[in-house]
């Protein structure tokens, strides 16, 4: 869902609703009812996989909201910083005595300050103040030093609602610091705690550019102008004109109020909302039916299991020949290897247990034949344990006649333990 927020005829504010979250996208300057830039356009797809079930939610209902523009986003560290330059006049009353005018105590003035603003309506600045001063008829102008720091309320944007192109601001502001003078005949400075008021006035010329008009007033220590009494307090009061120059980002983007949101959206969020149940929904069916499936493949595994037991317990249920050659108990060829290894594997599967019987044929000692017929079944057994079959016995038969062909009888019989 797109929002268009329009604060007075000045700034459309774009918004991007995502279920319960709201994302700024582009401000766009208006110049009365015709807008200078174009609105971006903008391609939202949102998707939600499940397992074996896919939804897309797409949303395109289009709201307006009209808002006061007084709230605003709270713009970065280096944001909104500036630097100013002033000069003027001083007016000091320390002593008006014997007839003698105020104007007669006025003396040039030179302000320079730096600060940032944090929100459209409040800031800081830090700077120093000063010059010269003029206490009395017939005194010099005394060196003046007035570092202090004022805290700054723009009275524009608090009550009229933040407005970047507003020519004139009204910012009153407080203040504290330190104030040091020269005096005649000595080296170096007397200084007091000072205090710090006025008026600043801004005009704005460009984006970063304004010229200043304020309006200053200081309380001193009793006789700061001269020597120092006792109690009460002496007052100065300045009128400065210049520049300010503002750094790094200027200007804040305008905020909305979430509840007004929620009036424009509410219904929206209902249908997601109702759009997720259902999507939560088919995903459990979904869950549902992955977990049947999976039941019926572990039966189907357990069937093939069962089948590949049969099978190979029906390979290994008859008597497996090996042949050898004369005198020797080393296998005859690879492709008895190959049938012994085989037929192991297919034991191991059926889980059967097996008898290997080792024979010689009829020449020979009765001794030597033993002795032959032992290490036939040995080897036939080692290779049948290698390939994972369980061998409970081996056994050297000795010297046999089953056959005519005595060939035949140099074998090793394998076969299941019943």
Wanted: glycine residues 10%; contains cysteine; charged residues 20%.
């Amino acid at each position: 869902m797109i929002v268009k927020i329009l604060f007075g005829k000045q700034y459309i504010l774009q918004y991007v609703l995502i279920k319960d979250k709201c994302y700024r996208m582009e401000i766009h300057e208006l110049n009365g009812c015709c807008m200078k830039k174009l609105f971006f356009t903008l391609a939202i797809a949102g998707f939600a996989m499940f397992s074996n079930a896919q939804e897309t939610i797409q949303v395109s209902e289009e709201v307006v909201i009209a808002t006061d523009g007084k709230q605003v986003v709270t713009n970065p560290y280096g944001d909104n910083w500036f630097i100013s330059v002033n000069g003027g006049i001083h007016l000091y009353n320390g002593v008006v005595t014997k007839g003698e005018s105020p104007f007669e105590h006025i003396s040039p003035a030179l302000s320079v300050y730096g600060g940032k603003w944090h929100t459209p309506g409040l800031g800081w600045r830090v700077g120093y103040n000063g010059l010269n001063i003029k206490p009395f008829k017939n005194s010099t102008h005394y060196a003046l030093l007035n570092f202090h720091f004022d805290a700054l309320l723009n009275l524009s944007n608090l009550i009229f609602g933040y407005n970047e192109e507003r020519i004139w601001n009204l910012i009153p502001y407080v203040g504290a610091g330190w104030a040091g003078r020269t005096y005649d005949g000595h080296n170096g400075l007397t200084g007091t705690l000072s205090a710090n008021y006025g008026i600043l006035n801004t005009f704005r010329i460009a984006k970063r550019w304004a010229v200043n008009l304020e309006l200053s007033g200081y309380f001193f220590r009793n006789g700061f102008g001269g020597k120092f009494g006792k109690e009460g307090h002496d007052m100065m009061w300045s009128l400065t004109a210049g520049i300010t120059y503002r750094l790094g980002k200027v200007g804040w983007s305008p905020a909305i109020d979430p509840a007004v949101l929620q009036a424009a959206y509410g219904g929206v969020i209902a249908n997601l909302e109702a759009d997720v149940v259902e999507a939560r929904n088919m995903n459990d069916m979904a869950r549902r039916e992955i977990a049947s499936l999976n039941n019926k493949l572990n039966e189907m595994n357990a069937e093939c299991r069962k089948m590949q037991a049969k099978v190979a317990h029906d390979v290994v249920d008859f008597k497996q020949s090996v042949f050898f050659p004369f005198g020797s108990s080393k296998l005859d060829s690879k492709k008895e290897e190959l049938n012994i290894e085989a037929y192991a594997k297919a034991a191991a599967a059926a889980g059967m247990k097996l008898k290997v019987i080792g024979f010689t044929d009829s020449t020979g000692s009765v001794k030597y034949n033993e002795m032959l017929s032992k290490q036939r079944a040995e080897s036939v057994a080692e290779l049948l344990r290698a390939n994972g079959a369980m061998v409970e016995t081996v056994i050297g038969q000795g010297e046999s006649e089953e056959y005519k062909a005595m060939y035949l009888n140099r074998r090793a019989i394998i076969e299941v333990v019943k």
